[in-house]
């Protein structure tokens, strides 16, 4: 299975092959007549109203190209609610009269496309019979070609909407939310005498945790199959306690799938940088370098279909759920958000003396002031039913939402607090009393990886993501409620007559009133989420009352404010979010249902009926069993526990299923289906360890997560 063309790669070096299967600026420069590339770069780099009449030579340009690279299709790529990619593909070719045909593809092809929009999630924005719907060519995305098995496509990155306008996807909010935080940042660069730069976006690096399983193990799992984690499953003699895995050699199978990930990322101008082993046993981490958020975004999702497509290439399957094994690390995203300027500054870059770096200290307090006063809104973007299993434990942030500044700007913010910053502590540098190392710039200050919103030098690393979900959500509502502390700076410093006065009163009164969201401190500890609650943090702590968040009267007020979601698109996508909970919830409870009653409980029997055959052999033969007779009582016992806990959960998925209101359905499945699936996976992952191992009907913990 090919997912690029893997012709392009022979006898190509590395710089060569990146972005040879992209429509990138080289490609536009060298294909299109220099006004019209003029022009788009405008819309591109500038913000500009998209032109009309540049669409059919772009088009045509863009199908040349495409053609050229043995494409025979063009396709519409979005991004619907449901998390993850959609695509509608049409071919180039259009019939003549002599009953040949010709390749075409028009600018309105290239612009507009019209998938059937009923069958997506919508909130209610429109009836299942209204089923017109539009994407759009979104041109800041560069368009690519993608071979998949013996299809070869031009791919169009475009936004999602109703008949009636609604968004209806991950991407178009997203560029909403990137033109207000421009709009505000450059209110507030203004106000501070830049003049300079015309342009703010922000940049996104994220990076992608996963798992790969040999897919033999997979196709025996059908809770791995249809749920994307295991439902069951007795801990193995060695998890990851012995700290070996983290970092460690790479195996040559999961090299080899690497290099062949890496390879096909780079031909789609995928920067992957940093690949290695994560802490759990057969868990990995991919980090590409930064790039425009929007483009960031489109990237990962391309990160993660390319994952998944490549590993069944190695027999392998990338497993993608927040906790796909109970009692090892899950899988997060962690998602490296920073302010760039058009000519090359990073507004969150310290400098060498940040106390006076008056533009910094302006951006890092509105990062502050956005975190701290929309916290719940944040935790919202993480809301998912697999970050449940996750947030909270020894592996991942908790579900209070707090900033790590670190050693050198605490210091700042004190001095700030206190009537002003003058001095900045130094890093020094690091020296290990050995002549044949260097001597090495030691860091101002360490790392905190429990952080949820931790600083990291130059940007901030959003920890709370789950590594299934899309970037989308976390970056435009970070991107909103920065764009809304800006909007309040911008209004107290245009026209301040003193600047310096103003800027160092303002960041006073926002040290003062933000103090309680830093914490450089351990968020893992139980100390912490009392001081949290002290402090008044909000620790919301599972997916249903994330979700609901969303609608809170201040929340879905800055989301209307800036434009990044109206109303009623809010109120969709609070639905959308909960129906996805309980639907996700229903098919584990249902798979854990199918799975006990047709496997695991039938097996239990089986073993009952072999222990009680051989206590009666040994009997008759004149000796006593006690051996086989104690695990017979023991492993009876738990087939009648785990035969009662099969009724209980099926109650209870009946009983929430009979739920007519969204809201209490969720509620339902929260409090009642999901304490009864725990309850039946805990009687059968207790008997496990007792029943032979060829009687027991599922790839083990052991064979899955050290097998390669």
Not at 251 to 265: G, I, K, Q, T
Not at 561 to 580: S, V
């Amino acid at each position: 299975m090919n997912c690029c063309c893997e012709t392009e790669s022979v006898g190509q070096s590395v710089p060569e092959l990146f972005g040879s299967n992209v429509f990138n600026d080289g490609v536009m420069r060298a294909r299109l007549p220099k006004n019209i590339y003029k022009k788009l770069r405008e819309t591109i780099d500038g913000g500009k109203e998209l032109d009309p009449s540049l669409a059919d030579v772009v088009a045509n340009a863009m199908k040349d190209w495409a053609i050229e690279k043995g494409a025979t299709h063009f396709c519409h790529w979005f991004q619907p609610m449901t998390g993850i990619t959609a695509e509608k593909h049409d071919s180039f070719i259009s019939p003549t009269s002599d009953g040949r045909i010709m390749m075409e593809f028009s600018g309105k092809e290239l612009t507009q496309g019209e998938p059937d929009a009923s069958s997506f999630p919508s909130g209610g924005i429109r009836a299942t019979f209204e089923a017109r719907g539009y994407t759009v060519w979104d041109c800041t995305s560069p368009v690519f070609i993608k071979t998949d098995g013996s299809n070869t496509a031009l791919f169009i990155p475009t936004s999602f909407a109703s008949y009636t306008g609604e968004a209806l996807d991950k991407k178009t909010p997203l560029l909403r939310s990137m033109q207000a935080l421009n709009k505000q940042s450059v209110r507030v660069l203004r106000a501070l005498g830049n003049h300079t730069s015309k342009r703010v976006t922000a940049t996104l690096g994220g990076e992608q945790e996963y798992f790969l399983i040999d897919r033999k193990f997979v196709e025996k799992r059908v809770d791995l199959r249809l749920a994307g984690r295991t439902l069951f499953g007795a801990p193995p003699p060695k998890g990851q306690e012995l700290e070996d895995q983290y970092f460690g050699s790479i195996h040559e199978r999961v090299a080899s799938f690497m290099a062949d990930l890496n390879e096909d990322l780079w031909k789609l101008g995928v920067s992957a940088k940093t690949q290695h082993n994560e802490v759990a046993p057969a868990q990995h981490e991919i980090a590409p370098v930064y790039a425009t958020v929007n483009i960031g975004v489109d990237h990962n999702q391309l990160t993660m279909d390319l994952m998944q497509r490549i590993a069944r290439k190695h027999d392998f399957v990338c497993v993608l759920h927040e906790k796909p094994f109970a009692g090892v690390n899950g899988s997060g995203k962690h998602n490296n958000w920073a302010l760039s300027t058009d000519d090359g500054i990073n507004l969150l870059n310290p400098g060498n003396t940040p106390h006076d770096n008056m533009q910094f200290l302006v951006f890092l307090f509105a990062v502050i002031r956005a975190v701290h006063k929309y916290s719940s809104l944040l935790r919202a973007t993480v809301a998912t039913p697999g970050n449940d299993h996750r947030l909270g434990a020894n592996e991942a942030p908790p579900a209070i939402v707090s900033i790590f500044l670190g050693e050198q700007l605490t210091d700042i913010y004190q001095q700030i607090k206190k009537g002003g910053a003058s001095r900045s502590t130094q890093g020094g540098n690091l020296m290990l009393g050995v002549t044949t190392l260097p001597n090495i710039p030691k860091d101002t200050t360490d790392r905190n990886r429990t952080s949820p919103f931790a600083f990291t030098g130059n940007k901030f690393e959003f920890r709370m993501p789950g590594s299934s979900q899309s970037l989308s959500g976390p970056n435009f509502v970070l991107n909103t409620i920065v764009a809304d502390a800006l909007s309040e700076i911008a209004d107290e410093l245009e026209g301040a007559k003193n600047l310096n006065v103003k800027v160092q009163s303002l960041l006073k009164k926002y040290a003062v009133e933000h103090e309680a969201v830093i914490f450089n401190g351990d968020n893992y500890s139980e100390a912490w989420v009392v001081e949290a609650a002290k402090r008044g943090l909000p620790n919301i702590r599972n997916c249903v009352d994330g979700i609901n968040a969303m609608t809170d009267k201040e929340n879905a007020k800055v989301l209307i404010k800036h434009g990044t979601l109206p109303k009623g698109e809010i109120h969709a996508r609070h639905e959308i979010l909960l129906e996805n909970y309980i639907k996700t919830i229903n098919i584990e409870a249902k798979t854990m249902l199918a799975m006990a009653r047709r496997e695991i409980l039938p097996a239990v029997i089986n073993f009952t009926t072999t222990l009680a055959n051989s206590v009666n052999a040994v009997e008759a033969a004149g000796v006593d069993a006690p051996a086989q007779a104690m695990l017979l009582q023991k492993v009876n016992d738990a087939a009648t526990e785990m035969s009662v806990a099969i009724d209980e959960l099926a109650d209870k998925v009946s009983e929430a299923t009979g739920e007519a209101a969204v809201g209490k359905k969720a509620v339902a499945y929260r409090d009642s289906v999901i304490p009864a699936m725990v309850a039946l996976r805990k009687v059968s992952d207790s008997i496990e360890p007792f029943v032979a191992a060829e009687c027991w009907p599922l790839p083990t913990y052991a064979d899955m997560l050290f097998y390669r």
